[in-house]
C-alpha cells in the first residue's frame, strides 16, 4: 500500500519532505508549534512525548533542519495572505490533514424547489425517504429505553463498559442508538446530565481495521494521523488517568467489519473500557446475534460482556405503522395498500427500508398515472418491480438458438440424473433438438458462443471456453421455469 | 460519373459511421427510458437519492439508453447546472483504491490537482465521505455510472458500494447510483447490508424484437439513407452534446456527426427504393432470419451490416440479396474445420488415427504412443506414408497441440504435466466426428487411401 501511497508524491519534490514527516515522523505535533502556538496543541502535546524521537535524536535533527524551511515558510505565507496566493496541492493536503481546511461540495446555482410548490404525492414522497429519519422512531419504545438506560446509567456512574446490539439490516439499529445518544446530548446541554462525548465508527467507512484509530482520533481532535501514532496516542489517552475527563461514548457500526485474524483492533477498542482511567462507553452494532461467540476470540468476548440487545425484524403490523408514521396525516396513501406492503415486506425480510423504498416507487407509479392517491394497484405494480424475478423474460427473449441450447441443457440433465453437464453432451441434445424443430444446426464453435452468452447472462454457469467440449455447464435457472417460458410462448 | 461515384463514396462513409459510432440513438425501450429519465430528473431537481439497476444481455442498448437520456437531459441547462456526472467503469476500476481515485478527480475535491489524487487511500475514502456529508440539499447532485457493476461486487468488502447506497440512504448530498450489468442475478452478490440500502429498483433491458418483421424493419433503417431535414434535426441534436464537450462526457468526444452529410435527393430515393426492393425479396428474408435465429442483438446484426456495407464497391453500389447470404454463410461455418483443412496430411492422418481410438475407446484419453501405433500399422500398408521417421510424426503431433486440436487432460497446473515425457502424457480431442468427417469430404487432393481409412479403422 505505501508504494501505492508514494507514487504520486514522488513527482512533487518540494512535497516530499514534509508529507514523508507527516506520515512516518513521531513529532508532526511538534512541528506545527513552531510556527503558531496553539494552546490545544500543546496540551496534547505535552501529553504525549514520543519514546522514539528520544532514541533517534540524530536522525530528528537532521530532517527537522531540512524540513523547517518549507514546512514553516508556506503556513507563515498561508497566515498572511490566505485568499490571495493560491494554495500549492501540497499544502493544501496538509491543512487537509491538520484539519483546517473543511471539505466541502459543490454548490447548486438554482435554489431547490420551495416546499409550498410541491404536490401531495412529492411531499409524501419525501417524507417516505429513508434518509428521512423521524425525531421518535416508532415501534423501537423498548429498545430505545433499554439502551437508554444503559447508556445513561453508564454516564452518570462515570465507569465506562460495553454493550452489543445486533439485528438484521433495516431494523432500525443505528437510528435507535443515534436517536438515544442525541436525546441524552440534549439532557446533558440543559445540565440535566453530566456533559460527554461523542464519537463514531463505521468498520465499512474504513478501508482497514487499523484506520479505526485515525477516525476515532480524527474527531478528537480533528487531525489526520498515521494509525501508528494515532493508536499511541489513544492508548495515552486512555490509559492514563487525568482529572476531569470526560465520558465519551463511541459507536462502532459494523464490528464484523473490524475482526482481523490478529483481532488487536476490536481487542484494543473493548479493553479500553476495562480500564479505571479511560471513561468510555463502546456501543458496538452488528449484525449476526452470535458474533462474539462466532468470530471472536475468547478474551475479545470476555470483554465485550453479556450486556446485549437484539433487535427483531418488523412484523407487518410494525411496518405498517411505521409508514403511516412517515405519512402524518397525509391521504396520499389508501390504507389497503400500506397493509399490502408491509404484509408482503414482513414475509420476506422485515427490513424497513424495502417497505419505504416500495411505497415510494408506488408514489413515482401513481405519478406517471397522474393520479393524485396512491391505490392497491400500484403498489401491486411497484411490488412486481422490485421484488423482481425477470428470469423468465430473460428466457423468452432469447434467440431461437439460445432457446434451444437452454432445452438442451435441461435434457441433458434429466438424461444423465447429474446436475452438472459437458459441452459435448449437451451439443448432442442441440443436434437432437435441432433436427426434430427443423433448425439448422449451429456448428460447435457457434454453440460455443451461445453457451458464453448465456453464461454472461447467468442463465447458465459455464466455464471459460478455452476447455472447448469439455467445459462444464450447470444450469443456473430451474428447469421448470424453461419449460414455463417456451411452453406458454408456444400455446399463445 | 464521378458525381455519383462521389455520392455513393459518401454514403458509405454515412453508412459507416451511423453504425459505429452513434452512441446516443436509442430505438425502442420508450417506458425503460421514460423511467431512468424521470429518475436522474428528480436528482437533479429535487435532490433525491436514488439508486438503480439496469440490467440486460449483451448488446441490448443499455449503455446506448444511459447515453440517450444523458443526452436528452443535457439540454436542460438546469440539469447541467447542477450535476456532477461521474464515470467508472468496473474493468478499467479493478479496486476501490482506483475508483476513488477517479471519483475524486471526477468530481474535483480539493485534495485532487490536474487529474492527480494526494493522499493515501483510506484519507481519500475519508475525504469523499466527509464532502459528501457536509454537502446537504443546497450541493450538487452527483450521478455515480458503474459500468459492469458485478465487477464491483467482487471488491474487497463491497466498501464502494455500501458507501455510495449508505449516502444515497441518509441526509447527505444527493447523489443517484446507476449500476449496469449483464448478469441477472447481480443483486444475490451484494453483501446483506449492501443489498439492504439497495433501494431494490430494477430496469430490465431485453432486446425486444419479438418478431422478424421488427428485426427486418430495424435492418431497413440501418442501411437506409434519412431525408435531408431528419439530417439536420439529428445534427442540432448532436451540436448540443458537443456544447459540453469539456465535461467529462466519455461519449461527446467523438460522436458521429451528420452535419457532414446531406444527399441528393435522387441519389437518396434511389438507394432506399433498391434497398426496401432488396430486402422484401425471399433469400434477404431468409439470410435474415438465420442472423435472428442466431442472435437477437441489435449489436450482432450491427456488426454483420457494417461488414457488408464495407463490400460495396463503385462497381457494384447496391447492396444485392446475395452479397446478404454470402456473408451469412461465412457466419455458419465452423472455423475448426478450416482449421483442420489448413493440416498437411500427416497431421490429418494423426487426427483420424485419433478418431478411431476414440470411437473404439468411447472418447478414451491417449498418448502420443497409443497414437503413434495407430498410425503405424496404417503407413504399413500404405503406400504413401511409408517412410515417416518417428520424430516426424511427434513433431506433427505437437502441431496438434499448439493449435489445441488436442487438449492435455490434466489441464491447469503446467507442473503435473511436466513430469511426464511429453510421448505418454495423456489428451483428449477437442473435437466432434462430424468436424473430422466434413474435414475429410473438404480436404483438397487428399490420397485416397487415407479417405478410405477414414472410413473404417480396418486396415
Same mark, same amino acid.
Given at each position: ?492 | ?200 429498483? /430494477?430496469?430490465? $433491458?431485453?432486446?425486444?424484437? +419479438?418478431?422478424?418483421?421488427?428485426? %427486418?424493419? #430495424?435492418?431497413?433503417? *440501418?442501411?437506409? &439513407? ?58 434477404? /428474408?431468409?439470410? $435474415?432470419?438465420?442472423?435472428? +435465429?442466431?442472435?437477437?442483438?441489435? %449489436?450482432? #446484426?450491427?456488426?454483420? *451490416?457494417?461488414? &457488408? ?151
Amino acid at each position: 500500500s505505501r508504494l501505492a501511497e508514494g507514487t504520486p508524491r514522488r513527482s512533487i519534490h518540494l512535497s516530499n519532505i514534509v508529507e514523508q514527516r507527516v506520515f512516518k515522523d513521531d513529532d508532526i505535533i511538534s512541528t506545527p508549534k513552531r510556527g503558531r502556538p496553539k494552546k490545544s496543541v500543546e496540551d496534547e502535546d505535552d501529553d504525549y512525548t514520543p519514546k522514539k524521537s528520544v532514541q533517534k535524536t540524530p536522525t530528528r535533527s537532521r530532517r527537522l533542519s531540512t524540513a523547517t524551511k518549507p514546512a514553516t515558510t508556506p503556513s507563515k505565507g498561508t497566515t498572511a495572505t490566505s485568499a490571495a496566493a493560491p494554495m500549492t496541492p501540497s499544502q493544501k493536503m496538509k491543512k487537509i490533514r491538520a484539519g483546517e481546511l473543511s471539505p466541502s461540495m459543490q454548490q447548486r446555482t438554482d435554489r431547490p424547489v420551495k416546499d409550498s410548490s410541491k404536490s401531495q404525492l412529492q411531499l409524501a414522497r419525501e417524507q417516505l425517504h429513508v434518509s428521512v429519519v423521524p425525531k421518535s422512531l416508532p415501534c423501537r419504545e423498548r429498545e430505545f429505553e433499554n439502551i437508554y438506560a444503559f447508556l445513561e446509567g453508564k454516564i452518570q456512574d462515570q465507569c465506562g463498559g460495553c454493550m452489543y446490539v445486533s439485528g438484521v439490516p433495516g431494523t432500525g439499529k443505528t437510528a435507535t442508538v443515534t436517536g438515544v445518544i442525541r436525546t441524552l446530548q440534549r439532557l446533558s446541554k440543559q445540565n440535566e446530565l453530566p456533559a460527554f462525548e461523542f464519537l463514531e465508527i463505521n468498520g465499512m467507512r474504513l478501508t482497514e481495521p487499523r484506520q479505526a484509530y485515525v477516525q476515532i482520533y480524527k474527531q478528537l481532535t480533528g487531525k489526520t494521523v498515521s494509525w501508528e501514532h494515532a493508536h499511541s496516542l489513544l492508548e495515552k489517552r486512555f490509559t492514563t488517568p487525568a482529572p476531569r475527563r470526560v465520558t465519551t461514548v463511541l459507536l462502532v457500526d459494523e464490528l464484523d467489519i473490524l475482526c482481523n485474524r490478529r483481532q488487536d483492533v476490536v481487542y484494543n477498542l473493548l479493553d479500553w473500557p476495562t480500564k479505571s482511567a479511560a471513561k468510555l462507553v463502546v456501543v458496538t452494532i452488528a449484525n449476526t446475534m452470535d458474533l462474539p461467540e462466532r468470530l471472536l476470540m475468547g478474551k475479545v468476548t470476555s470483554r465485550l460482556g453479556l450486556t446485549r440487545l437484539t433487535f427483531q425484524p418488523y412484523t407487518h403490523k410494525q411496518l405498517q405503522e411505521i409508514v403511516t408514521a412517515r405519512l402524518g396525516g397525509s391521504e396520499a396513501f389508501k390504507g389497503e395498500a400500506v397493509q399490502l406492503v408491509a404484509r408482503k415486506v414482513a414475509a420476506v425480510s422485515g427490513d424497513a427500508r424495502r417497505a419505504l423504498d416500495i411505497c415510494r416507487r408506488a408514489t413515482e407509479i401513481a405519478d406517471t398515472a397522474s393520479v393524485k392517491c396512491v391505490t392497491l394497484l400500484h403498489v401491486q405494480q411497484a411490488l412486481a418491480e422490485m421484488i423482481a424475478s425477470a428470469k423468465v423474460q430473460a428466457i423468452k427473449n432469447c434467440s431461437r438458438l439460445e432457446q434451444i441450447f437452454l432445452q438442451a441443457v435441461a435434457a441433458e440433465v434429466t438424461r444423465t440424473g447429474v446436475e452438472e453437464t459437458t459441452f459435448m453432451g449437451v451439443y448432442t441434445q442441440v443436434e437432437t433438438i435441432a433436427a426434430f424443430m427443423g433448425v439448422t444446426l449451429p456448428a460447435p464453435g457457434r454453440a460455443l458462443r451461445l453457451c458464453a452468452t448465456l453464461g454472461a447472462e447467468r442463465l447458465i454457469i459455464s466455464e471459460h471456453s478455452r476447455n472447448d467440449l469439455f467445459q462444464k455447464i450447470l444450469l443456473n435457472v430451474s428447469a421448470d421455469d424453461i419449460h414455463y417460458a417456451l411452453r406458454v410462448g408456444e400455446v399463445n | 460519373m464521378p458525381e455519383a461515384v462521389q455520392e455513393f463514396a459518401k454514403a458509405r462513409r454515412f453508412l459507416k459511421e451511423r453504425l459505429q459510432r452513434d452512441y446516443t440513438t436509442l430505438r425502442g425501450y420508450s417506458e425503460e427510458r421514460s423511467n431512468v429519465r424521470q429518475l436522474l430528473q428528480r436528482t437533479a431537481e429535487m435532490g433525491e437519492s436514488n439508486s438503480l439497476l439496469l440490467i440486460g444481455p449483451r448488446g441490448a442498448g443499455k449503455t446506448t439508453l444511459i447515453n440517450a437520456v444523458l443526452t436528452d437531459l443535457l439540454d436542460n441547462k438546469a440539469f447541467v447546472d447542477n450535476t456532477l456526472i461521474v464515470h467508472l467503469d468496473g474493468n478499467l476500476h479493478t479496486d476501490d483504491r482506483l475508483a476513488l481515485k477517479s471519483i475524486t478527480v471526477q468530481m474535483r475535491l480539493e485534495n485532487a490537482a490536474d487529474g492527480k489524487v494526494f493522499g493515501s487511500f483510506a484519507e481519500n475514502l475519508a475525504f469523499l465521505l466527509q464532502c459528501l456529508k457536509s454537502g446537504g440539499k443546497r450541493a450538487k447532485s452527483v450521478v455515480f455510472l458503474l459500468e459492469e457493476f458485478d465487477l464491483f461486487c467482487t471488491h474487497h468488502n463491497q466498501t464502494l458500494l455500501y458507501n455510495l447506497f449508505d449516502v444515497s440512504q441518509s441526509a447527505q448530498a444527493p447523489i443517484c447510483v446507476l449500476g449496469v450489468t449483464c448478469r441477472l442475478d447481480v443483486i444475490e452478490l451484494l453483501e446483506k447490508r449492501v443489498k439492504s440500502r439497495f433501494s431494490h429498483r /430494477q430496469v430490465f $433491458l431485453f432486446p425486444t424484437s +419479438d418478431q422478424l418483421e421488427q428485426y %427486418a424493419a #430495424l435492418c431497413q433503417e *440501418l442501411l437506409s &439513407l434519412p431525408s435531408n431535414s431528419s439530417l439536420k434535426s439529428a445534427a442540432e441534436r448532436v451540436n448540443s452534446l458537443q456544447m459540453l464537450r469539456s465535461e467529462a462526457l466519455s461519449f461527446g468526444r467523438r460522436h458521429f456527426d451528420p452535419a457532414a452529410y446531406t444527399f441528393d435527393s435522387r441519389f437518396r430515393e434511389g438507394w432506399n427504393k433498391q434497398l426496401a426492393k432488396m430486402l422484401a425479396s425471399q433469400p434477404a /428474408q431468409r439470410t $435474415l432470419q438465420t442472423l435472428y +435465429d442466431f442472435d437477437i442483438s441489435e %449489436a450482432f #446484426l450491427k456488426n454483420f *451490416l457494417f461488414r &457488408l456495407v464495407a463490400q460495396l464497391r463503385e462497381e457494384s453500389p447496391h447492396i444485392t440479396a446475395e452479397q446478404m447470404s454470402a456473408l451469412a454463410a461465412q457466419y455458419e461455418g465452423d472455423d475448426k474445420v478450416e482449421l483442420l483443412c489448413g493440416l498437411s496430411v500427416l497431421e490429418l492422418c494423426l487426427i483420424i488415427a485419433v478418431k478411431h481410438h476414440s470411437e473404439i475407446y468411447d472418447r478414451d484419453p491417449f498418448n502420443f504412443e497409443i497414437i503413434f501405433a495407430r498410425f503405424s500399422k496404417f503407413a504399413k500398408v500404405s503406400t504413401t506414408m511409408q517412410g515417416v521417421e518417428r520424430s516426424i510424426v511427434l513433431k506433427a503431433f505437437e502441431h496438434l497441440r499448439i493449435g489445441e486440436l488436442i487438449l492435455p487432460v490434466s489441464s491447469g497446473s503446467g507442473n503435473a504435466s511436466g513430469k511426464v515425457q511429453k510421448e505418454f502424457e495423456m489428451h483428449k480431442m477437442a473435437l466432434t466426428y462430424g468436424q473430422i468427417q466434413q474435414a475429410v469430404q473438404r480436404y483438397q487432393a487428399l490420397p485416397t487411401e487415407v479417405a478410405q481409412w477414414s472410413q473404417s479403422s480396418l486396415i
